[in-house]
T-cell receptor, first 113, second 115 residues
C-alpha cells in the first residue's frame, strides 16, 4: 500500500536558519505529492504541491521538488521565521487507487527568535 | 467563500456513550472525506463520499462507526458506543474534482476525548 515517511521532530531552529524536512514515499501508482501545514489551533492548510516528476512546488518561501528516482519530496526554506512554527505533513494521492490523501506522521518545527 | 465547517469543536464523553460530529463542506464540493488524526500522527481516512455515495469506507470500523450524507451536502459521523481508543481529532475535508488532482480543504476538526 501507499505510505509516507517523514523525519521525526521536533526540529528546533533559530530565526533565519535554513530548513529541510525530509519526506520519502511509497506508492503503487503515480502519485501527486503535497505538503500541508497545521498552525497551532488551526486546521490543515495546503502549503504546496507537485503533480509530476521534477515539478517544483513553492509557496511562502517554501519549496519542494518531486524526485521520482529517489521517491522523495523534501521541504526546504532558506530563512525561517518565528511565524513558521507549526506541524508540517507530507502527503500523497495515488490517482490510480483510493483518491484520498495518505499522510506522514508530521514534523513539528519550532523557530526561536 | 466559507470554508469547511465542523461542529462541535470539542467533545468530552464517557466510554460507552454515543457521539456525533457534523460537517458542512464548501459549497459545490461533491467529494467529502472524514479523517481521524490520533495524537502525534497524520490523519487517516475513515470514509470518502462522492455526492451521497460512500465510495471508500474500507477503513471505517463498522461495528461502532456510521456515517451519512443523505442529500450529498452535509454529513454526520457517529460513534456508538465510544471507546477510550476513539479519543482523537476528527477532520472533515471536501474537494471538487479537477483533471489532475483533487485538492482537499480541511475543516478545523472536532477534538474528541473519551473518559
Amino acid at each position: 500500500g501507499d505510505s509516507v515517511t517523514q523525519m521525526e521532530g521536533p526540529v528546533t531552529l533559530s530565526e533565519e536558519a535554513f530548513l529541510t524536512i525530509n519526506c520519502t514515499y511509497t506508492a503503487t501508482g503515480y502519485p501527486s505529492l503535497f505538503w500541508y501545514v497545521q498552525y497551532p489551533g488551526e486546521g490543515l492548510q495546503l502549503l504546496l504541491k507537485a503533480t509530476k516528476a521534477d515539478d517544483k512546488g513553492s509557496n511562502k518561501g517554501f519549496e519542494a521538488t518531486y524526485r521520482k528516482e529517489t521517491t522523495s519530496f523534501h521541504l526546504e526554506k532558506g530563512s525561517v521565521q518565528v511565524s513558521d512554527s507549526a506541524v508540517y505533513f507530507c502527503a500523497l494521492i495515488d490517482h490510480g487507487s483510493r483518491r484520498a490523501l495518505t499522510f506522514g506522521s508530521g514534523t513539528r518545527l519550532q523557530v526561536q527568535p | 467563500e466559507a470554508g469547511v465547517v465542523q461542529s462541535p469543536r470539542y467533545k468530552i464523553i464517557e466510554k460507552k456513550q454515543p457521539v456525533a460530529f457534523w460537517c458542512n463542506p464548501i459549497s459545490g464540493h461533491n467529494t467529502l472525506y472524514w479523517y481521524r488524526q490520533n495524537l502525534g500522527q497524520g490523519p487517516e481516512l475513515l470514509i470518502r463520499y462522492e455526492n451521497e455515495e460512500a465510495v471508500d469506507d474500507s477503513q471505517l470500523p463498522k461495528d461502532r462507526f456510521s456515517a451519512e450524507r443523505l442529500k450529498g451536502v452535509d454529513s454526520t459521523l457517529k460513534i456508538q458506543p465510544a471507546e477510550l481508543g476513539d479519543s482523537a481529532v476528527y477532520l472533515c475535508a471536501s474537494s471538487n474534482k479537477t483533471k489532475y488532482y483533487n485538492e482537499q480543504f480541511f475543516g478545523p476538526g472536532t477534538r474528541l476525548t473519551v473518559l
